[in-house]
């Protein structure tokens, strides 16, 4: 992709209402445009990182056995007044009329949806477990939304949905998604702690939220420092021995009946990025989704939900990773894999051997940002630096008369004159890292 051609509408100051560091750095790098109180416009580069993300949560998804599907974000007030929800849920929700005078709302999460989909299949325990997920747009109307994309009213959520045929079963599909989640973010470079939370409006008896560790996180976290140890990067997560740790917020922390020694306690603050439901019956009865069970009497199937604020992600990442230039992009959701840097565009002789390398990189497969605006290459370099992108690639005429390019790693600033053939064997071997699946 060409720079000159790309929508990238970079700033080097970002408005005063931006008051964290990934609100900022979104707005100045040209990822996101707001429209109205918490509603934001996906520009080209934010668009990208989003596509990202939803890739990995999609992979992980699909690997724990949930079907894809996708469900509207308007719903009929009926099958929430079946959940004794629509009146309980309270201003978040977003509630309308159509043309019929028929109530209707914006969807804040699906689960009355979900199971009036189930209750129009399901007959038989032969026809469980079902595992559905989808990724969708979602509005909660926040009394004061803040922190741009962090805390917005319209948000993309990946929410999945499991039905069993009884409480073990549905507790062990919770327990596999506890550990696809800590998979999940892992594959994007961050560093979870799964705290026991309230079920809030979703309701149940189980919940755990999934908190990043970041200096600017909203919520204060306690946690058993090892976590530390079975979060190490590359190693297999441990689901189970994770689940056994206590972490808390810092609200329901207790430091008399804390079971944490004193020196292995630890404190952080955190970014919630995902949260998951054990509830039992609390839609499927109220809503009457019965199923005949193996000795013909009825059963009611035992459900789940799993939520992930996908929309949230990005921001949380660049909480995680940055420093003053700007955002530090883990390589697995980069815009792009390496930022070519033409000196001299106007020179033939080196926008014929950029082009050229271009071409190579992206042969291997690599996808490359090439800045080819005639402009100063300081502005060059900043813009690089400012959007994140994880490997740059400098061409000039005294470099390529050496037959040398100048490559520097944008997460801790290294850099190093290789030769063009080189450049490229280097590029692969660091950036086309297969993202396989972490073991559990």
């Known amino acids: 992709m060409r720079l000159s051609a790309f929508f990238v509408p970079t700033a080097k100051e970002a408005p005063a209402e931006a008051t964290i560091i990934s609100h900022q750095l979104m707005l100045r790098a040209g990822m996101i445009h707001q429209e109205s109180a918490g509603i934001y416009s996906w520009l080209p580069l934010g668009c990208r990182v989003l596509n990202k993300v939803t890739a990995i949560v999609r992979a992980e998804q699909d690997a724990a056995g949930f079907n894809e599907m996708l469900m509207p974000t308007i719903q009929s007030a009926d099958i929430w007044r079946e959940s004794g929800r629509y009146d309980a849920y309270g201003p978040e929700m977003l509630r309308i009329r159509d043309r019929h005078q028929r109530d209707m709302l914006y969807g804040p999460t699906n689960e009355e949806m979900i199971t009036a989909i189930a209750r129009s299949y ?10 559905l997920y989808h990724i969708q747009w979602k509005f909660r109307d926040e009394i004061r939304p803040r922190f741009g ?18 409480t073990q079963s549905a507790r062990l599909v919770y327990d596999q998604v506890f550990a696809s989640y800590l998979r999940i973010f892992a594959r994007l470079g961050l560093k979870a702690v ?16 999934f908190h990043i560790l970041a200096a600017t996180g909203e919520s204060l976290l306690y946690y058993d420092a090892a976590y530390d140890d079975l979060l190490l990067a590359g190693s297999p997560i441990d689901g189970e021995a994770l689940r056994a740790l206590y972490a808390a917020d810092a609200e329901l922390h207790d430091p008399t009946a804390c079971p944490v020694a004193p020196e292995r306690l630890r404190q952080a603050r955190g970014i919630e990025i995902g949260h998951i439901f054990h509830f039992g019956d609390k839609y499927s009865a109220p809503m009457k989704l019965q199923v005949q069970g193996a000795d013909d009497r009825l059963i009611t199937p035992q459900m789940g939900s799993y939520g992930i ?15 003053q230039a700007g ?10 894999r390496v930022g ?3 000196l001299k565009p106007n020179d033939r002789q080196c926008a014929d051997a950029v082009a050229d390398l271009k071409a190579k990189l992206e042969k291997t497969g690599l996808d490359v940002l ?8 300081g502005a060059k370099f900043a813009d690089m630096d400012l959007i994140g992108i994880p490997w740059q690639v400098t061409m000039g005429p005294r470099g390529l008369q050496k037959g040398l390019v100048e490559v520097k790693n944008r997460a801790n600033g290294e850099r190093q004159e290789l030769s063009i053939d080189a450049a490229v064997n280097f590029l692969v071997t660091h950036c086309l890292v297969t993202h396989c699946l972490v073991a559990v």
Not at 149 to 166: I, N, P
Not at 370 to 377: E, G, M, P, T
């Open 122 to 131: 399901l007959t038989s325990y032969r026809d469980l477990p079902l595992r």
């Open 149 to 166: 994309v962090m805390r917005g009213r319209e948000f993309l959520m990946k929410d999945a949905y499991s039905f069993d045929v009884d």
């Open 194 to 209: 799964a705290v026991r939370a309230d079920t809030g409006p979703i309701g149940g008896d189980m919940s755990h939220e």
């Open 309 to 323: 604020g996908i929309s949230r992600l990005p921001a949380a990442i660049i909480e995680a990773s940055h420093d």
């Open 327 to 336: 955002i530090i992009w883990p390589p697995s959701v980069a815009p792009f």
């Open 340 to 342: 070519l840097i033409d």
């Open 370 to 377: 090439h800045d080819d605006r005639d402009i100063r290459a």
